[in-house]
């Protein structure tokens, strides 16, 4: 009997130890990306994308948008995904579900490319 | 004695490589237009201040006469031009007050902005205004959204493949190319393997002295490839035309006067009807050229090409819309 009540309290005390563990900010801030997917953004200027070189975590939706005063595009080089023409500030977003490198370019202007590294 | 020529160029045939001098010195031309006659296997080009001392070289009467115009990009509205059917309208008063009217006209593409019907519809309007034919090929504005299909509907309805063909006129063979289409990442423009081997029998059984008249709206000649101002493949369209005595390639795309002689060939862009681009590397990008207003029409501009039967080639005459 006198054992079993030790078993309870050493149950109660990880529980505990769990809910105070759980009130943790890191852990909060893990739900919290969970909760909202995280985002990011490649600016179209001058005939170029900035960065270039973009890693963001699986689950991320990249939005281009173009300032520049030429319309341009965003084409995926192994067809994963492929915007309209976007005039000066119109913008394209994708969500990279699965990790890997991803080549783009701008199917206007070829010479201008940029790739996603999602991890 | 004969007057001292001092803006005459001469170009070698001989010699493959850009005469950088000629080339930069027909480039501060572009305001006020040049005019370029081919003669023996030399290009001779005159500033068209001079024409009344030229005589017969400037050669402005012939059998066929026929004006080129490019990259209207009707629909662009930003501060280098914000009234590009203003200009394009001026290139029409241009092309009517011309002495030597033309048979027909070429559009060497960017004719939308954003491959808009209206747009088509709007720059159809104005061209109206000429009373002319116009052949068109495509820019890589015109064939947006839609992989072209819009502008075959509009211009190339006879036309193979991606919308290129080919007719003749009072003996001369033009050949319309489209070198905008399924670019690749990193490269320049293409005409794929389809476009190559059609333009290969299109030219099989013509004459050696038949003059061809090739016109895209990408250059066939490396321009500048680090801004893609060239064309993978074209080297192979052009070895199809080795065999003939007379090549001229019009192009457009980089919205400036440039022209350059290789063997039989000679190449010659456009000005923009709608706004100017800069030289090659003289700026970060090739992005639309902002000039003062007053000098805007002073590099906008058309092209005049005049044929004349049992001359080595064609009169190529660009003249500015101020």
Known sequence: ?119 | MAKKVNDELLHDHNNDGIDRRGFLKCMAWAGTGALCVMQGGVLKSYSLSRMSDLGAAAATTGELSFVQISDSHMGFNKPANPDVAGTLKAAVDKINALSTPPQFLLHTGDISHLSKPEEFDNVDQILKGTGKEVHFVPGEHDVLNDDGAQFRERYAKSSKGAGWYSFDQKGVHFIGLVNVMNLKAGGLGTLGHEQLEWLEDDVKHLKHSTPIVVFAHIPLWSVYPEWGWGTEDSAQALAYLKKFGSVTVLNGHIHQIMQKVEGNVTFHTAASTAFPQPQPGKADSPGPMKVPAEQLRGILGITDVNYVRGQHALAVVDSSLA
Not at chain 1, 7 to 19: C, R
Not at chain 1, 29 to 34: L, N, P
Not at chain 1, 44 to 52: E, K, Q, V
């Open chain 1, 1 to 119: 009997m006198r054992r079993s009540v030790r078993i309870l309290g050493l149950a109660v005390a990880v529980v505990v130890g769990l809910a105070a563990f759980a009130t943790r900010p890191r852990f909060f801030a893990a739900a919290a990306q969970q909760a909202q997917p995280a985002n990011a953004e490649v600016k179209i200027d001058n005939f170029s994308f900035g960065p270039a070189s973009l890693t963001v975590a699986a689950g991320t939706t990249v939005t281009w948008i173009n300032r520049d005063d030429i319309p341009h595009t965003v084409v995926s080089e192994d067809k994963l995904f492929k915007s309209r023409v976007l005039d000066t500030d119109e913008k394209f977003s994708f969500t990279f579900a699965k990790p890997g490198t991803f080549g783009y370019f701008c199917s206007l202007h070829p010479k201008m490319t940029g790739k996603v590294v999602v991890q």
